[in-house]
C-alpha cells in the first residue's frame, strides 16, 4: 500500500477525532487510548475510500491531488476517480512542518 503516511493519519486523526504524530519511523503516535480493533474498522474504511479502485478493484493505485482535489488512479485499468478531503483542521496541524517553505 503505497500511501503517504500523513494521509492516512490524518485520516485517522479525523476519524477518531484525536490528535497525533509521526514518530521518527513514520509510525502513527495517536493520543489517547484506542484499541487496535478501532484502528483496522478505520482503516478498512480509508483502504475502501482512498486506495481501492471502483473498476476493479486493485488497490495498484495513485493519489495525487489536483486542483484542490484528491485523485484517485488505477495503474492497472486507469480508471480514476476523486475522492472526498479528509476534514481540515487536522490537515494544519499535519503540515505545519512544511509552512515555512
Ligand atoms: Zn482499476
Known sequence: MHRQPEHVMT??????????????????????????????????????????????????????????LFFLRCEKCGSGRSVAQIKAGFIARVGRRKAGT
Do not use: H, W
Open 11 to 68: 485520516f485517522l486523526l479525523a476519524e477518531m477525532g484525536t490528535s497525533g504524530s509521526l514518530d521518527g519511523q513514520q509510525r502513527i503516535v495517536v493520543k489517547g487510548r484506542f484499541a487496535p480493533k478501532n484502528f483496522e474498522g478505520i482503516l478498512r474504511r480509508y483502504v475502501n475510500e482512498y486506495v481501492i479502485c471502483n473498476g476493479c478493484k486493485s488497490p495498484d493505485t495513485i493519489l495525487s491531488k489536483e486542483n484542490r
